[in-house]
């Protein structure tokens, strides 16, 4: 089994990990990839600077993810995608690599800017090519 994680660095991302580790253990052999996004808009005059920081960003959100999987006793591969739209990278990453599950936190850094599903997370459900697990933490 190949499972997918998507993370931002946030606590449900990493709520998504630790779910994601356990059922790795219970499926083994499972391998976890953890990805991440950095946001790029070249058409913005400050493209540069903010593809920069957010690239600096997506590479802290990784770490943090691996360090998790580790202190679960998980080997974690890691994929650094760029690209406009998080979800349209997610979704990339899922049929690139082949996975068999994405497991999501239910919100990102953004928060509860929705009632119960992030909007990331609801598109990754809609246009996942696998199955989907949505991590929710207690608010």
Not at 59 to 82: D, F, N, R, S, Y
Not at 85 to 106: H, K, N, T, Y
């Amino acid at each position: 089994m190949k499972i997918l994680v998507p993370v931002d660095g946030s606590a449900y991302s990493l709520k998504a990990v630790e779910t994601a580790c356990d059922l790795a253990k219970a499926q083994a052999p499972a391998t976890l990839v953890l990805t991440a996004v950095a946001i790029q808009i070249p058409e913005l005059e400050e493209g540069v600077y903010i593809a920069e920081k957010m690239k600096a960003q997506a590479e802290i959100a990784l770490a943090k993810a691996k360090e998790v999987a580790q202190g679960k006793g998980v080997t974690a591969e890691m994929i650094l995608a760029i690209g406009a739209s998080p979800v349209d990278e997610i979704v990339q990453v899922a049929r690139d690599q082949l996975v068999d599950l994405i497991v999501i936190g239910s919100r990102g850094l953004a928060g509860k800017t929705r009632s119960f599903l992030g909007s990331t997370a609801s598109q990754v459900v809609t246009y996942s090519p696998c199955s989907v697990l949505v991590v929710k933490t207690q608010d």
